[in-house]
């Protein structure tokens, strides 16, 4: 409803404003008519150029020949999902929109059944299916797409609309909430794949264009500039944002930022805002993180990433005095794990991480982001500022433990699996820690339960740390999965450990509804 009024709104200043001009049109004209001597007119000389709009009239370039060449490449996402949320609140009012619009519809035929059951004063249990749409980057000619994590996240189902009105069936090779960045593949061949740039190479001031599917209206091209690099905004684990004040707003997350070579710089994923519209602050995942965690996801199916085993936070002026530093620029090194890479290499606390694999590190994030895209078992040099002196050091970096495996689009028959609405990650050591499990503990913690659920009928809540499923002993987040699909009876047999005591539970699916 909000959408139509604002249209209607929209339409109706801009008929105003045709009036205003028709009507100071006819006012010109009578006073022209009054004033002109009697007799025939003078006839109208009125110059018409058919020539086509010059790439570079007057210094003001035409993107048309841009726009021609990526347009193809991009693809509108619709998905059918469970309902999710649209928003995070930022401080002093802001929105930090990441959900792709035009927004949820609530099915026609759910509204009717929850009509007729507000008038029987029955109570609906199961939340429905609802619908998305998102925009995607054909990346391959084979058909493998870029999107955004929140755009497929919980999708059911996902259908992938070209520009030349081809349809195809999408599925989730992998997804890595970490970044926000996930790959999508379609069954095609010879599809208009974009070329990427490096992303390393752009500058504050150069001129971009996004293209995108903006409240599923349809395709839409805006254009801005890069107004900042390396922001964090989103509270993800890795961000290394491309800010633009190129027009973004909901249905364009997964959509193309592309240089004025029709290059391809980053994909947009979210906004800040007051209104919840654009306001010219727009975010993108730029294309050395995205494609590595593309190609990490591909090969791999899981995002794997690099370990140094250090505790590090940036430098203030003040601290930067006290380690005897020109400038406050480097990781500082507040502890070190024992046995990790970083021990193992020599580093202590109280040094300054200055340059890691031949890159400077402005602060402990960027720090952060290196380390993580650097392939595990690699040898990488690293300086550090020690008492003042720079000193290199080797460090063989070995993979961030306890890192989550990717998801894959969930079968068609998922509602069928075990444990159904439950939601299930690795046992690592921050999550040891926080819920007090014992070292002797081993299994996949549940991060989620749906209280629809028959799980959470059953007793099984968040925190509680799955042992085993059906007698069969779980390692690990990808075991407990595995161990639900295709079971062989709608109940099924569940130890978990949780406050300290492990408990068996029976939790019957048939009794699902």
């Known amino acids: 409803m909000k959408t139509s009024s604002s249209?209607?709104?929209?339409?109706?200043?801009?008929?105003?404003?045709?009036?205003?001009?028709?009507?100071?049109?006819?006012?010109?004209?009578?006073?022209?008519?009054?004033?002109?001597?009697?007799?025939?007119?003078?006839?109208?000389?009125?110059?018409?150029?058919?020539?086509p709009l010059s790439t570079a009239a007057r210094g003001f370039p035409?993107?048309?020949?841009?726009?021609?060449?990526v347009a193809p490449s991009v693809v509108k996402i619709s998905v059918s999902s469970e309902a999710k949320t649209s928003q995070t609140e930022m401080p002093g009012g802001m929105d930090l929109r990441r959900f792709f619009g035009p927004g949820f519809q609530m099915p026609?035929?759910?509204?009717?059944?929850?009509?007729?059951?507000?008038?029987?004063?029955?109570?609906?249990?199961?939340?429905?299916?609802?619908?998305?749409?998102?925009?995607?980057?054909?990346?391959?000619?084979?058909?493998?797409?870029?999107?955004?994590?929140?755009v497929v996240e919980n999708a059911s189902t996902i259908k992938v609309s070209l520009t030349d009105g081809r349809e195809f069936n999408g599925k989730v090779i992998g997804r890595d909430p970490k970044t926000d960045v996930a790959v999508v593949k379609v069954e095609a061949k010879d599809l208009p794949a974009m070329a990427f740039a490096d992303s390393d190479k752009i500058e504050v001031g150069d001129m971009v264009l996004a293209v995108g599917h903006p409240f599923g209206i349809g395709q839409t091209v805006t254009t801005g500039i890069i107004s900042a690099k390396g922001r964090a905004t989103m509270g993800l684990d890795y961000e290394d944002f491309i800010q633009t004040d190129a027009a973004i707003n909901p249905g364009n997350s997964g959509g193309a930022l592309v240089d004025v070579e029709g290059r391809l710089i980053g994909m947009n994923t979210a906004i800040l805002s007051r209104s919840g519209g654009n306001q010219g602050v727009g975010f993108a995942v730029p294309t050395n993180l995205a494609r590595w965690v593309m190609e990490s996801l591909v090969n791999t199916g899981r995002v794997e990433r690099g370990f140094l085993g250090v505790n590090i936070q940036d430098l203030t002026p003040q601290l930067a005095q006290q380690f005897k530093l020109d400038a406050a620029k480097g990781a500082l090194v507040s502890g070190v794990s024992p046995d990790s890479p970083a021990d193992k290499a020599g580093v202590k606390?109280?040094?300054?991480?200055?340059?890691?694999?031949?890159?400077?590190?402005?602060?402990?994030?960027?720090?952060?982001?290196?380390?993580g895209s650097t392939t595990p078992g690699a040898a990488v040099p690293m300086n550090v500022l020690r008492d003042g002196k720079t000193m290199t050091l080797s460090v063989t970096v070995k993979e961030l433990p306890g890192d989550k495996v990717a998801d894959a689009t969930p079968a068609a028959d998922k509602a069928n699996d075990a444990l159904h609405g439950v939601g299930v990650s690795d046992l690592d050591k921050a999550t040891r820690e926080q819920l007090k499990v014992p070292s002797q503990i081993k299994g996949a913690v549940v991060s989620s339960v749906e209280e629809d659920s028959v799980a959470y009928d059953a007793g099984l809540r968040q925190g509680d740390v799955i042992l085993e499923i059906n007698r069969q002993p779980v390692k690990d987040a990808e075991q407990a999965t595995a161990l639900c699909e295709k079971p062989e009876s709608k109940v099924s047999l569940v130890k978990v450990w949780s406050h300290g005591g492990s408990r068996f539970i029976v939790i019957d699916e048939s009794k699902a509804g």
């Open 108 to 150: 026609e035929e759910f509204q009717q059944q929850q009509g007729h059951s507000r008038q029987h004063g029955q109570q609906q249990r199961h939340a429905p299916k609802e619908q998305g749409v998102g925009s995607g980057i054909i990346v391959t000619k084979d058909g493998y797409i870029l999107t955004n994590n929140h």
């Open 349 to 371: 606390s109280g040094d300054v991480i200055t340059d890691f694999n031949g890159k400077p590190v402005t602060d402990s994030r960027h720090l952060k982001l290196q380390v």
């Open 62 to 69: 035409s993107f048309s020949p841009i726009v021609k060449a």
């Open 7 to 51: 249209n209607q709104t929209i339409w109706k200043r801009t008929a105003v404003l045709g009036s205003v001009c028709v009507l100071s049109a006819s006012l010109v004209a009578f006073t022209a008519a009054k004033d002109a001597p009697a007799g025939k007119a003078e006839p109208l000389h009125i110059q018409v150029s058919d020539a």
